[in-house]
C-alpha cells in the first residue's frame, strides 16, 4: 500500500486511528515525565613515572638521572593503566564505592569503548552519572581516591621500589556535572515509536475487519420470494366457475331454456 493509501486508510478510520495517536502521544509524555534527567562529571587520570625514574641505581653515588614524567612514556604505564581500569570496573569496587543501578553509577575507561584496545595510554578516564549533580561529582572523587589505593597496592604487593611507584595526576579534575538530555529523549522517541506502530497496527486491523464483512455480505446468496396464489384467469365460455354461459348463472338471450 502506498502513502496515499495509507493516509485514506487512517481517515477512513478515523474513530480508531485518532484515539490510537492520542494514546501514543500520552504514553510519550508519561515517559517524558517519568525519566530523570541525569548529571555527569568526569575526570581524567594519567600515569607517569617519577621524577627520578622507574629504577633504582646501583651505585647511589650516581642517583638516576631526573626525567621529566610527562616526557618518559613508555609501554609499562599503558599496561598499568588496563589493570587499574579493569580494578576499579569490579562489581565489588562498585558497591564499596555505593554505585547502585538507577541511582548513581560511573564508569573507568580508557577513552575508548573497544575493549581490544585496552592498553593504549597511560590515561584513566572516568565518568559518573546521577540525577543529583552533586553526587555524580563526588563520585569521580571517590573512584580517583579508589584508583590512588588501587595502584599503590599493586605496587606494594609486587615488592617494588616505593621510589619507583608510578604516579598518578589529575590532568582533569573532577568536572561540573552536565545534564544529559540524551537517555530521556531516547525513551520518548522509542515511547512514541512504539505508539505510532501500535495505532497503525489497531487502523489497519479494524480495515481488515471492515473489507472482510463487505465481502462476506456480497457473498451472501439471494433467496427469491416464495410463490403466492396464482390469478385467476378467464377461461373458456360454459366451464364451471368461470366467465360464461354456465359457470356465471347467466342465459343468453335467445336461447332455450335449460331442459327444453
Same mark, same amino acid.
Do not use: C
Given at each position: 500500500?502506498? &502513502? ?6 487512517? &481517515? ?9 495517536? =492520542? ?5 510519550? &509524555? ?27 641505581? @646501583? @651505585?647511589?653515588?650516581?642517583?638516576? /638521572?631526573? =626525567?621529566?614524567?610527562?616526557? @618518559? ?49 597511560? &590515561? ?47 590532568? =582533569?579534575?573532577?568536572?561540573? /556535572? ?20 501500535? !495505532? ?19 457473498? !451472501? ?5 416464495? /410463490? ?5 384467469? !378467464? ?26
Amino acid at each position: 500500500m502506498d &502513502f496515499w493509501g495509507t493516509v485514506l486508510v487512517l &481517515f477512513r478510520r478515523w474513530y480508531l486511528s485518532v484515539p490510537a495517536f =492520542v494514546l501514543a502521544v500520552g504514553a510519550a &509524555f508519561g515517559v517524558y515525565k517519568t525519566v530523570p534527567v541525569t548529571h555527569v562529571s568526569s575526570a581524567m587520570l594519567v600515569l607517569t613515572i617519577p621524577t627520578s625514574g622507574g629504577s633504582l641505581p @646501583n @651505585n647511589p653515588q650516581y642517583p638516576n /638521572p631526573k =626525567v621529566n614524567p610527562l616526557l @618518559n612514556f613508555d609501554h609499562g604505564l599503558s599496561v598499568s593503566a588496563s589493570i587499574l581500569i579493569a580494578a576499579l570496573g569490579t562489581p565489588e569496587v562498585a558497591a564499596e564505592l555505593g554505585s547502585t543501578p538507577g541511582g548513581t553509577t560511573y564508569r573507568a575507561f580508557n577513552g575508548s569503548s573497544n575493549l581490544e584496545s585496552l592498553a593504549t595510554g597511560p &590515561f584513566v578516564f572516568i565518568e559518573a552519572e546521577s540525577a543529583d549533580p552533586a553526587a555524580a561529582k563526588e563520585m569521580v572523587r571517590k573512584v580517583i581516591a579508589r584508583a590512588h589505593v588501587e595502584l599503590a597496592e599493586r605496587q606494594r604487593r609486587l615488592s617494588a621500589p616505593e621510589a619507583t611507584y608510578i604516579e598518578l595526576s589529575e590532568s =582533569v579534575p573532577p568536572t561540573t /556535572p552536565l545534564e544529559q538530555g540524551t537517555r530521556k529523549m531516547r525513551a520518548v522517541a522509542a515511547a512514541l515509536g512504539l505508539g505510532v506502530i501500535s !495505532a497503525l497496527t489497531v487502523t489497519f486491523a479494524g480495515e481488515s475487519v471492515a473489507g472482510h464483512r463487505r465481502g462476506r455480505r456480497s457473498r !451472501a446468496p439471494v433467496v427469491p420470494p416464495e /410463490p403466492g396464489p396464482e390469478p385467476a384467469t !378467464a377461461g373458456e365460455p360454459g366451464e364451471p366457475g368461470e366467465p360464461g354461459e354456465q359457470g356465471t348463472g347467466l342465459v343468453r338471450v335467445g336461447a332455450p331454456p335449460p331442459g327444453s
